[in-house]
């Protein structure tokens, strides 16, 4: 069975096509309708179902309408109605639609209590506690985001800003750009991390990373931890397997 999955973000949306438990093929275009070339290159598969996880709402119906359009399938969109996740947060309805899958895989396929770190536009930290229920979380700037006023201002090549100096302490501006951006982020990752543990009153968690910057980030921490790329996308399909189940 072939499900195609739709993670909306907003820079980049990823489509992916899973045969059974195996994703056989990703397409990654940017957030914005100039999606259609690259789009049709999946109508080369059989497509059974598909699912959208998005946090653009206005881009909800267009990618339905191709979808209908391409495979004659209409699509189911992610809610916290459908995702099948318990929460004890204030409202709900405001999680995002990659958190919830975030949280649905985290729950699946590790260990709770544990603690998601999604690194994209904005890094989320997503808790949830040892009953399987979302007790709540952070979201900070994402790094590419934090990092992209000193890009234009020092003309540091992006390529070269994402990587680990020899020591905190630099002495050139690209080794002093790079310093700030990448051990920063390592700090406030390990220190969320401790922080959220504390306030959770519990030593260990399993912390899954995913997320674009995930294995940039991941050297420099000192946490222990997981990387799973593909979080995200496993959620949706096992959110909506759940969906059909109920049908």
């Known amino acids: 069975m072939n499900i ?11 489509i992916a096509v899973f045969e059974n438990n195996d994703i056989i093929d990703t397409v990654r275009v940017e957030s914005d309708l100039k999606f259609w070339a690259s789009f049709q290159k999946i109508k080369k598969y059989k497509v059974d179902g598909i699912i959208i996880s998005s946090v653009v709402p206005k881009l909800n119906e267009i990618y339905v309408q191709a979808c209908i359009n391409l495979f004659q399938i209409e699509p189911a969109i992610i809610s916290v109605k459908n995702a099948g996740v ?3 947060v204030d409202k709900p309805v405001e999680i995002g639609a990659d958190r919830l ?23 989320t930290y997503d808790v949830i506690d040892e009953k399987n229920k979302f007790i709540g ?28 100096p020899e020591s905190a302490i630099a002495i050139t501006t690209e080794s002093n750009l790079q310093s ?18 504390s306030e959770m009153n519990v030593k260990k968690t399993a912390i ?24 995200t996308l496993k959620g949706m399909k096992l959110i909506y397997h759940r969906m059909e189940n109920k049908l």
């Open 137 to 164: 979380g952070a979201i900070a700037p994402g790094i590419d985001v934090s990092a992209r006023y000193l890009f234009e201002s020092a003309s540091l090549l992006r390529e070269t800003a994402f990587t680990f």
């Open 86 to 88: 318990s929460t004890i």
């Open 180 to 197: 700030g951006i990448m051990f920063g982020a390592v700090d406030e990752v390990d220190g969320m991390i401790h922080r959220i543990r």
């Open 101 to 123: 899958c975030n949280i649905a895989a985290a729950i699946e396929f590790y260990s709770t209590p544990a603690i998601v770190v999604d690194f994209g536009t904005a890094t």
């Open 4 to 14: 195609l999955a739709i993670d909306i973000g907003n820079t980049n949306v990823v």
């Open 208 to 231: 899954i990373l995913t997320g674009g910057f995930s294995t940039v980030i991941a050297p420099g921490l000192k946490t222990d931890h997981i990387i799973d790329k593909a979080l």
